[in-house]
């Protein structure tokens, strides 16, 4: 793998967002203030404070890390596989120098590009409206890649299996949902049976909420074993798109 040629499919992706990205920033934008509006100052109005705060300052930083899962899944699900499938791009990218390796590196490097994109937009407009206590929340950058790139390895995974698009919303909807709703973005999971913390310890997006919510507070070392985790599970996952991924192609 050379990172040159990766680095032209991450620049052919970008110019092509380039092109349409009013409607795309839109929708991402305005879930996660929908959710702030009708959970933050809706439930709120009935929820006592969590952990010290309100619950619109507690449900704040877990949208910085919600935002940025969804963003690198989807573009690495239905974007790559509209890419795969359907525009037949990969074959016209493969028929250049790149190969196999740099067009998967691409694909990872983009997701966990956009991911970080829409981490920050979301971080920034949460800063303006003062939900976001200490600007240590921007050392949380370099983390919100990180967890970016692992959500691309797994959603090139899971696009290098699935039998057609259709089969997405089992990913989604089995997996994607369920991670959520528990890992601690909506109400702390101590409040859960203890099983359920002991699932969410093995999910990326658990572990980027806990990040967000301790750096929005200034408390950097509260998360020392979170950033840990997530940089091992970003080096675990790491060679397994581009096996799956080049036997999809190959097949």
């Known amino acids: ?32 203030i929908i959710y702030l509006a ?19 300052s507690y449900l704040a930083p877990g949208l910085i890390a919600s935002s940025s899962m969804f963003s690198s899944t989807c573009e690495c699900t239905y974007g790559t596989y509209i890419r795969m499938t359907f525009q037949k791009t990969f074959d016209a990218i493969l028929v250049t120098p790149v190969n196999i390796e740099d067009l998967t590196a691409g694909e990872l490097m983009w997701g966990a590009a956009k991911g970080t994109f829409y981490g920050v937009i979301i971080m920034t407009v949460l800063s303006f409206m003062g939900l976001i206590k200490s600007a240590v929340i921007v050392a949380a950058v370099p983390m919100i890649f990180i967890s970016s790139l692992i959500f691309a390895e797994i959603a090139v995974i899971v696009t290098s299996i699935v039998p057609g698009i259709d089969s997405f919303n ?13 890992s601690g973005i909506f109400f702390p999971l101590e409040s859960m049976p203890e099983f359920v913390s002991k699932i969410a310890f093995f999910l990326p997006l658990y572990h980027l909420v806990n990040i967000c919510r301790a750096f929005s507070a200034g408390e950097i070392y509260a998360a020392r ?27």
């Open 225 to 251: 074993w979170d950033m840990a985790w997530l940089a091992a599970a970003a080096l675990i996952f790491y060679p397994y798109p581009f096996r799956s991924l080049k036997r999809r192609i190959i097949k």
């Open 38 to 56: 009708g959970l933050g100052l809706g439930l709120g109005g009935f929820v006592k404070e969590i952990n010290g705060m309100s619950y619109i």
């Open 170 to 182: 089992y990913f989604n909807t089995l997996f994607m949902t369920p991670m959520f709703l528990f």
């Open 1 to 32: 793998m050379k990172i040159k040629r990766a680095f032209r499919v991450f620049q052919r992706n970008l110019t092509v967002y380039t092109k349409r990205y009013k409607s795309s920033l839109a929708l991402n934008f305005l879930e996660p």
